[in-house]
């Protein structure tokens, strides 16, 4: 039997639009109010979080390598920890640029 006729072995054949349901091309023109999509909002204290913990594990690290204590590294880290959290919890924030009406 000839599988044709079954419609089995057009399995990948795409079918062709029929006239009346196909769209008229249009000329490519850039619209000026599409814009690329922003990432999505971060809190600042969450931001101000991951400063902070990676510049402080930075310290702490640095610290141990150049033969302080632990008990002195761990110290400054904290303190350090705490002084860069506050600073980009309060400093940090990028104010966007104001947009200008039409």
């Known amino acids: 039997m000839d599988e044709t006729a079954t419609g089995s072995a057009n399995f990948f054949l795409v079918r062709p639009v029929p006239a009346a ?3 008229r091309s ?3 023109q850039y619209d000026r109010r599409v814009h690329t999509p922003r990432p999505p909002s971060i ?3 969450v931001i101000a979080l991951v400063w902070a ?3 402080g594990a930075f310290i702490y690290f640095g610290l141990v ?3 302080a204590s632990g008990a002195t590294a ?3 880290a904290m303190v ?3 002084a860069i959290w506050l600073l980009v919890r309060l400093r940090g924030e ?3 640029p104001r947009r200008r009406r039409p």
Do not use: H
């Open 26 to 28: 249009l000329p490519l």
């Open 94 to 96: 990028d104010r966007p």
């Open 43 to 45: 809190d600042q204290g």
């Open 21 to 23: 349901l196909r769209r």
């Open 53 to 55: 913990v990676g510049l």
């Open 74 to 76: 761990v110290v400054i």
């Open 65 to 67: 390598a150049v033969g």
């Open 80 to 82: 350090s920890f705490a």
